[in-house]
């Protein structure tokens, strides 16, 4: 389902960790060691941070490879920037339909409160 | 700090309810009762998410008015865009650089594995 999908990516970005991780990713694939390497963690727990990214489908893992690298899935940015966008216009389009109210008015008038219709 | 101000927002955003009332308050302004309205939940519970996506900064409520009604703070979405588009820019700039490599290939050989230098 999308919604579980989108709180799963947010969910998991929402730790500055695992946001370091993508960003790292973005520039290449990685192994686990890689990964943890610039943290003070233990592997382990570099490991639970990417079984998180890998249930939100934002990293994946080669099965076949003996070194297993981590591949950043950027596809799954378009699912949260999709709902980010929407919203983002919506708002936009209220407050420029706002100002298109306040272009309209005469320049010489004060604005005054919009007149009750069939009230 | 720019790193938790993040955390808050992608966190405040992981609930569907969350979002639910983050795309109902982009077509304007409404109050805790409206907002709770299509909900089986109390006005507490709503007044709970409300508190989380204050402090995320997506939204604020007016001090003055009587009905304080909650308002859309849009711009925290640049903070989420901007660290999507920045990562999303880096992984496609690494697949056209790859596709650039395959693409000068000469189209009569087969493509060879890259020869190692100073080995």
Redesign the interface.
């Known amino acids: 389902m999308t919604?579980?999908a989108?709180?799963?990516v947010?969910?998991a970005?929402?730790?500055?960790i695992r946001?370091d991780m993508?960003?790292r990713l973005?520039?290449?694939d990685a192994t686990v060691n890689e990964l943890a390497e610039p943290y003070d963690v233990t592997v382990q727990a570099v490991s639970k941070h990417l079984r998180v990214l890998e249930e939100a489908g934002l990293v994946s893992r080669s099965r076949q490879a003996q070194r297993r690298p981590v591949h950043?899935e950027?596809g799954v940015?378009d699912l949260?920037?999709t709902?980010?966008?929407?919203?983002?216009r919506?708002?936009?389009e209220?407050y420029r339909r706002l100002d298109d109210v306040l272009a309209a008015l005469p320049d010489d008038v004060e604005p005054v409160p919009p007149t009750r219709q069939g009230a």
């Open positions: 919604t579980d989108l709180s799963r947010f969910s970005l929402s730790d500055p946001r993508v960003a973005a520039d290449g950043l950027a940015f949260m920037s709902w980010i966008e929407r919203y983002r919506h708002a936009e209220r």
